[in-house]
């Protein structure tokens, strides 16, 4: 039962594309059909996904929306003559997004805030389950009670610190009016802690703060599985993406020679392209005669010559000397970005199961929700006692386990497949 939280550190707005621009970054698929990449921070699971891919398709224009969990990226197809307005979308589903950069993907820090929040809750839970077991062992009264409190006085930084991977997700959701399973979570560790604190205040025998923290510290644990685990996945286009070089010696007209950055190469532009340096965009010799290695393209890792006439690949590696080339394609369009491309579509393939877990994740929120709430009006009919139907509520709405999590825990939940 992933979520977004970490990782919104990239949440800053496109600015908005207008048509125009969107038009201008979209690459033309020649059938008057274009598609444009824009990363997402805030997709986190399968409901997630589904909200905007089903957000995007419904849009005039649109011919598809396909969302890549492991790099955070949708990819969306339209009519080149109508433009749709798909970051202001995003934005309005509560999913602000931005230009898709390679580079951007090496920059996330999400890792860290994980195994800090797990670290914090892993101490927390430890603490109060010592606590704990002076009250299993017959601990009353007054001792009692100053264990309950004590474990109160833990568990509350836990529930803010660790906690607030959950609680920001969850919020982000609801204020934008849907559910993501991050909400569930975080309403039941809360109504755990309200609870316990109830029974402490009340001199109550039991106190549940325990279950709440160690609940809590399960949930990071798998969420950061499920992160170590997608970096993995996505660390052969990561790899490709390193080989891109981000810019290239331009020679003008005049002979003059400026530094670019790669996304400002045309076709037709002249490139110089020095010994040991990577070839940015596919292009043709126009001048000199080196050795390449191009292991990426074919997988031969003796070196090919090539001289005025030959075509070269983009992200192929120059050995021997230096060389005159005309770009003819964008880097976007290059043999390079096409690879990637194709990496990610293999990645992100669902099969026949994810996608029914795709479909049980959307229900998973209000079912459980429901559940609850059956649970507890049923108690109270029958017997009357508030609080025993509250209890007996928290108990069955943490019972769940989440339909699409690749990494099951016991009574809970962590990232979704």
Not at 43 to 60: K, Y
Not at 239 to 265: Q, S
Not at 358 to 374: K, Q
Request: hydrophobic share 45%; glycine share 8%.
């Amino acid at each position: 039962m992933s979520c977004c939280a970490p990782g919104a550190e990239f949440g800053a707005a496109a600015g908005g594309l207008s048509s125009d621009e969107l038009r201008h970054v979209a690459r033309s698929l020649g059938d008057g059909t274009a598609q444009i990449e824009l990363s997402v921070p805030a997709v986190h699971c399968g409901a997630c996904i589904r909200t905007v891919e089903q957000g995007l398709s419904r849009l005039d224009g649109v011919v598809s929306a396909r969302v890549n969990l492991s790099t955070k990226r949708v990819s969306v197809r339209f009519a080149e003559s109508a433009p749709p307005p798909v970051v202001e979308t995003l934005t309005r589903l509560g999913y602000p997004s931005h230009l898709f950069d390679e580079a951007a993907l090496q920059t996330e820090r999400t890792l860290s805030e994980l195994v800090r929040a797990v670290a914090i809750s892993g101490f927390a839970a430890g603490n109060i389950m010592l606590l704990s077991v002076s009250v299993w062992s017959g601990a009353e009264a007054a001792t009692r009670d100053l264990f309950h409190w004590l474990s109160a006085l833990i568990a509350l930084p836990a529930l803010v610190l660790a906690g607030g991977v959950f609680y920001r997700s969850a919020w982000s959701a609801l204020r934008h009016g849907r559910m993501n399973m991050d909400v569930p979570i975080a309403i039941g560790v809360t109504l755990a802690y309200a609870m316990s604190l109830y029974e402490t205040v009340t001199h109550g025998d039991h106190a549940y703060f325990d279950a709440a923290i160690t609940l809590l510290f399960f949930l990071l644990i798998g969420r950061t599985l499920d992160h170590v685990m997608r970096d993995r996945a996505r660390s052969a286009v990561l790899g490709l993406a390193r080989l891109a070089p981000r810019g290239a010696i331009v020679i003008a007209a005049d002979g003059r020679r400026d530094y670019r950055p790669v996304a400002e190469i045309e076709p037709g532009t002249r490139l110089l392209i020095a010994a040991g340096e990577r070839i940015p965009v596919d292009a043709r010799v126009e001048g000199g005669a080196s050795d390449l290695d191009c292991s990426l393209v074919n997988g031969e890792s003796r070196p090919q010559p090539v001289m005025a006439g030959s075509l070269v690949r983009a992200g192929t590696l120059n050995l021997t000397g230096p060389l005159t080339l005309e770009a003819t394609a964008r880097a976007e369009e290059s043999f390079l970005a096409e690879m990637m491309r194709m990496m990610e579509a293999a990645e992100g393939g669902r099969t026949r199961y994810r996608r029914i877990a795709d479909r049980v994740s959307s229900l998973y929120a209000p079912v459980v929700h429901l559940t609850a709430l059956a649970t507890f009006l049923g108690w109270m009919v029958v017997g009357g006692d508030w609080h025993r139907a509250m209890t007996i509520a928290i108990a069955a709405r943490s019972a769940w386990p989440c339909p699409s999590s690749r990494w099951w825990l016991p009574a809970a939940c962590s990232s979704a497949a």
